[in-house]
């Protein structure tokens, strides 16, 4: 695509885009009484306008229902987390009951690897990319301790290369067959959080299934952010957040996919909760746990109403806008700004992201040598707010449903004009 460096570029691009009117569909911090240039949805997404309305309707309803709400409530209680099911299944391209929402991620992990890290036999590694996410790290650590094994010989991190910012993929791929027989899970970061790297998360799933492992991913920075079609990919298990990408509320309600082959076997393992048993008896208070179909079966406890108030909010809007029209945005978006970046040559810093647009979501990692932390406190004090993670990198989400081009080409401006 032909880019152009010109704030009338810019407009003519954000008139003739489909989705520029969901901009309003959201609120924006202020900086000297206007909207922000905010580009900090790969760590906080923006509040949906119609959470205080959603939320005032489900305060209402426990005032008026009390313990009844659980039935009598206009989105009952007792099946609240059923409403999102085909929502997030379009979403990360799965069959409905192969999705829920639910808990907060590093507990849907532990869940998860509960069912699918069951080490017997030597097999007992787990593959996973260096530099991931810190508490998907601690998850894996404390994973392989709880049977035994030190993490130091059972946890293979691959890395990029000497002098690389992103990992090969062929590496992975590589480490899945000479590990063989005794890997037991992939487990990666869909995106990576630091570079924003997106993985091929078909290939590697093949890969794992043909060594006999299971693939498993984290999807916080890739669920509502790339293209993900879990079910087709024969993927084994993901879980995600959804206060990112999914604009759903810091701390907002978790995620998970568990493939239709597990979810719907009675007896593949899981830990037991009485919001995971079979609807149908749940409350019959019998021993004995009998799951329900699918990922809800995954389930502990019951579902967090009112955290998952702007969830409901974000995914309708998500809906609306359609993933396909998002990401085809995104790509032009996220290609943009690359282009203006890459006419700034009076500052030291490198895009660590990768170039194709296949491999990257709507993220750019900027490297920088020098002066990085004066850069990012000029943007910040000029009304945009990024993300500065050590020790010198400034991530900048240009996010499809509520950025636009003129924001990327202020931001380019600002960067511009810094001396």
Known sequence: MSFE??????????????????????????????????FCGNSLGLQPKMVS???????????????????????????????FSERLARIVGADKDEVCAMNTLTV?????????????????????????FPSDQYAME??????????????IEIAPRDGAHIIEEEDILAAIKETGNALAVVVIGGVNYYTGQYFDLQKITAAAHAVGAYAGFDLAHAVGNVPLKLHDWKVDFACWCSYKYLNSGPGGVGGVYVHEKYGNDPYFFRLAGWWGNDEKTRFKMQKGFVPQKGAASWQMSNAPVFNMVAHNASLDVFDKAGMKELQDKSRKLTGYLEFLLRQITHLKFEIITP?????????????????????????????????????????????????????????????????
């Open 5 to 38: 460096a010109s704030l009338e570029y810019a407009q003519g691009q954000d008139q003739v885009d489909i989705l520029f009117p969901f901009r309003e569909r959201f609120l924006f911090p202020q900086h000297n009484d206007k909207d922000v240039y905010y």
């Open 53 to 83: 309305y959603l939320m005032q309707k489900e305060l209402e309803d426990w005032g008026k229902y009390g313990v009844e709400g659980h039935f009598n409530a206009a989105m009952p209680w007792f099946s609240y987390h059923h409403f």
């Open 108 to 132: 849907n992990l532990h869940l998860l690897m509960q069912s699918f890290y069951r080490p017997q036999n030597g097999r007992y590694k787990i593959i996973m990319e260096a530099g991931a």
């Open 142 to 155: 404390t994973q392989v301790r709880m049977y035994g094994y030190d993490p130091h010989d059972a946890i």
């Open 355 to 419: 170039s194709d647009p296949a491999r990257r979501g709507a993220q750019i990692s900027m490297l920088f040598a020098e002066r990085g932390r004066e850069v990012f406190d000029h943007l910040t004090e000029n009304g945009v707010i990024a993300d500065w993670r050590e020790p010198n990198v400034i991530r900048v989400a240009p996010v499809p449903l509520y950025n636009t081009f003129e924001d990327v080409y202020m931001l380019y401006e600002m960067m511009k004009n810094f001396s």
